[in-house]
């Protein structure tokens, strides 16, 4: 019974970070809706064998990683004068390849914004995508990290 | 994947194992290392074997190290350490193997780059799963593109050819490549006609040594151990039908110098880079090794005369730059192609000259361009002057040495030269390849249809778009360039003489014909000249340029050139390396390569001097050499009237 349950929450939670429309029975969950392309993660996911059960975790944990570094750079890009937004653009395509690979359609989305402001040499407008871009980076950490959790617990739940 | 060994697994252009694609072995490059952690995933349930790098000169360095280790490669295109793109020329000059690029930026311009920098594919970020499964494809499309190149020299499977346009304008990267791809079947058509034409050249059958058949060769030898291997035991093991104990006792003599050469030689990296292969395994450099001997074999037909001319322009030349140690492998080719085609014509060097005044590239169309001008010049005077004096052998054996150590992609360029000037260009379409740096490779084909057509160079080197190559280094326009104009000038050239080109390639026809077996000469001072055509970058000392020259101009007067149709076909490929597509080119090159070792039959025709004037600088060197090794396989022995063993380059003083 707990196993059941807590597969059913895995795979409310996961379809609610994919899909657009909230799952009512789990309300903790409507923010999270739209979070990851549904292709995109699954796919990731699809990868998951026996050699590499925990794939998407282990992907997810390295994405987290990177952009810690990305983050870094692009914000000692921002502080610095003049903004080279050269660099800066740099910085965030790679911080998008990434963000892509994984299927994070806002932080994507963020992204592109930022992009627009580097493209028309707008310091200001960078900063303030970067902190959004920022913003929904963690919430996807979050929501990631509960599902992980919970899928986790499945699992267990599912040797016992 | 059973990309190593022997062409024999690509033979039928099949898939190699029963697995395949599984076990396909792919180089990921990117600095992003999730993406790096995904596709390796995605790659292994591709069931692929799969090396993951995220610096790409590391990457470049696994390729080096291990030539024939992977089957394709994968690369970002933004990486900090080194553009993706140039990357991708790398990998085309010096492996030839296929690479897909890939990136977050679907941009057109960037797709576009990709194209015209030789990438086999492009995928946008995310990449998804499917993408991945289906990358084999460019794998065995490029080795039956290389195989049916192979065939063609050889057998000559026009139906095949003819089928198959589409096909190569699908993984070509270039346009002129698809051009130049449908040209150079219309010149090898031509050129088979020819060759069976005449025959009257021809003293007796000759086995041509297609880069396939070269490989299955070595793989013989190799297996019995260079001491042990015996024409008998090697025939039994290549089980070659037709194939006789002694063209294989023949080839084995020059294989023998050959290597004696290379361990002589083996000084730079770049002969590492020819050498290796061609021990190794069957790559595209390997061909060109085996394709020196077949060069060299060839040399032996050149008239002495020629030979003489070429080698004392090519000496001449040679004293420029004693240093440099070509590899064999490329002056071999150089020599194979069809110097006895070096129709050094009076009234053409004098076009040549005119032409070619501005540019010392008159032999060597497209040849090297980093040769310095006035060598080449040097050269093409030598050679007019010389008439045909073979001579010129001597110092063009210098010259290759030194070529073929300058510059392994230009070698390639030079391959294409001397194809090109086999064939005179008769055939205006493959200017128009030419042009495209691929044109190098259909001049050459011009070059070679032009066997024994005498001063008829100018046609088809006029079209030779060759010239418009990049890098200036029209290999093509052999026939009607006299020198290879080292960048740009090509046109100049290849309008002035087929002898121009042909030189380059006469050099190695006028070594054959010259039979003084001093193959090696040619093969060296054409080595060098491919790789300075094909690398601007390359170091190829001009002189050595000069000295292959040299050893045109003066071959083509005297030599009855032959007309190397194979050598045209080498410089097909080497077309394509000139755009960057180095892949692609060192493909063709080396499919050209045996092509023109096809047709080194005897056609003394000084026409196909001319035709060697395509050599697209573009080519690698690497793929030069291929398609040099090509034509030298092309010219056995068998035909040697001066007794040329072809791999007498021991006596080339590099």
Known sequence: ?160 | MATSTSGAAWKSGDVVSDQFPAGLRVLVVDDDPTCLMILEKMLRTCLYEVTKCNRAEHALSLLRENKNGFDIVISDVHMPDMNGFKLLEHIGLEMDLPVIMMSADDGKDVVMKGVTHGACDYLIKPVRIEALKNIWQHVVRKKKNEWRELEQSGSVEEGDRSAKPSEDADYSSSANEGNWKSSKKRRDEDEEAEERDDTSTLKKPRVVWSVELHQQFVAAVNQLGIDKAVPKKILELMNVPGLTRENVASHLQKYRLYLRRLSGQHQTSMNNSFINPQEASFGAMTSLNGIDLQTLAVAGQIPAQSLATLQAAGLGRSTAKPGIPLPLVDQRNLFSFENPKLRFGEGQQQQQQHLGTSKPVNLLHGIPTSMEPKQLTSLHQSAQSLGMNMQVNTHGAQNSSLLMQMNQPQSRGQILNDTASSHVPRLPTTQTIVSTGLASGVLGRNGITNNGRGAGYNPVMQNSSMLNFPNGFPLGSASTMSGLPSQGSFQEEVTSEVKGSVSFAASYDIFNDLNQHKSNDWDIQNVGLTFDASQQSNSIPSGSLDLVHQGFSGSQRNMPVRNQSNVGKPMYSIGDIGHGNAQNTSQHLNTLLGDNSIRIKTERNTDVLADNGFFPEQFGQDDLMSALLKQQEGITPAENQFDFDGYSMDNIPV
């Open chain 1, 1 to 160: 019974m707990d196993r059941n349950q807590l597969q059913r929450q895995v795979a409310l939670m996961r379809s609610s970070l994919i899909e657009q429309v909230p799952n009512p029975s789990l309300p903790s969950l409507k923010l999270l809706v739209g979070y990851l392309d549904e292709q995109q993660f699954l796919q990731l996911e699809d990868l998951q064998d026996d050699v590499n059960p925990n794939f998407v975790e282990e992907i997810v944990t390295l994405f987290y990683k990177d952009s810690a570094r990305l983050f870094h750079n692009i914000e000692q890009a921002l502080k610095s004068r003049p903004v080279d937004f050269a660099k800066l653009d740099n910085y965030m395509h790679q911080f998008r390849g990434s963000t892509s690979s994984i299927g994070a359609i806002k932080v994507k989305n963020e992204c592109n914004q930022f992009k627009e402001f580097c493209l028309a040499g707008n310091a200001e407008g960078c900063a303030r995508a970067f902190q959004k871009v920022k913003q929904e980076h963690e919430t996807l950490r979050t929501q990631l990290e509960t599902y992980f959790k919970l899928r986790r617990q499945a699992g267990l739940a599912e040797t016992v």
